[in-house]
């Protein structure tokens, strides 16, 4: 039942369950089972670096466009001038 609860968190990238459950972990019982969770947890593993990977390019480009839509700004003058 774990382990196909830990399957349907990866394949639908819930990772809340996925949190739950890694919090939760049962005592696994056979050689069979401690495989599969170890399968699991390698392509878990694989997902959050993929996301935090995707994460990032997604920062660093929200930064450039900042930086771009911040490039075509021109300073207000920081004083009234009233001589003209």
Do not use: C, H, Y
Request: proline share 4%.
């Amino acid at each position: 039942m774990w382990l196909n609860q830990l399957k349907v968190a990866i394949v639908t990238e819930d990772f809340s369950l996925l949190e739950s459950l890694l919090v939760d972990l049962p005592p696994l019982s056979n050689t069979k089972e401690i495989e599969s969770a170890l399968l699991l947890f390698s392509q878990a593993k694989e997902l959050l670096e993929a996301k935090k990977d995707e994460a990032k390019a997604s920062t660093q480009q929200i930064r450039k466009n900042i930086n771009f839509l911040k490039s075509g700004i021109t300073e207000a003058p920081t004083k009234f001038d009233i001589s003209s």
